[in-house]
């Protein structure tokens, strides 16, 4: 039913900027939380940020802070992520998600995009 799809991802040289868009649709998304996430090959799944729908509280990764923004646009089902001053150590697959609870626990996933970082 529900339904994640992340769009943006792409090639970008370190230093650069990129903004990643995660559409959300198959329910009201009034309530509960969505997050960003990433893998990098090889490594284990990593929380990146997070913001809850109804209410702006919002949580970064230490090694995203003040690089990383998360923000919400509420009409229209849409979570993004802004990143700035890209390294080499952001390239992964990012991954949306919500949780439709009050918990931390993210029930439903996007397919994920690829962003890669080039020195």
């Known amino acids: 039913q529900v339904q994640l799809v992340e769009s943006g991802g792409r090639l970008v040289q370190a230093g650069g900027s990129l903004r990643l868009s995660c559409a959300a649709s198959g329910r009201t998304f009034s309530s509960g939380a969505m997050g960003w996430f990433r893998q990098a090959p090889g490594k284990e799944r990593e929380f990146v940020a997070s913001i809850r729908w109804s209410v702006d509280i919002i949580y970064y990764a230490d090694s995203v802070k003040g690089r990383f923004t998360i923000s919400r646009d509420n009409a229209k089902n849409t979570v993004y992520l802004q990143m700035n001053s890209l390294t080499v150590e952001d390239t992964a697959v990012y991954y949306c998600?919500?949780?439709?609870?009050?918990?931390?626990?993210?029930?439903?996933w996007g397919q994920g995009t690829q962003v890669t970082v080039s020195s």
């Open positions: 998600a919500f949780s439709p609870g009050t918990s931390s626990t993210f029930d439903y």
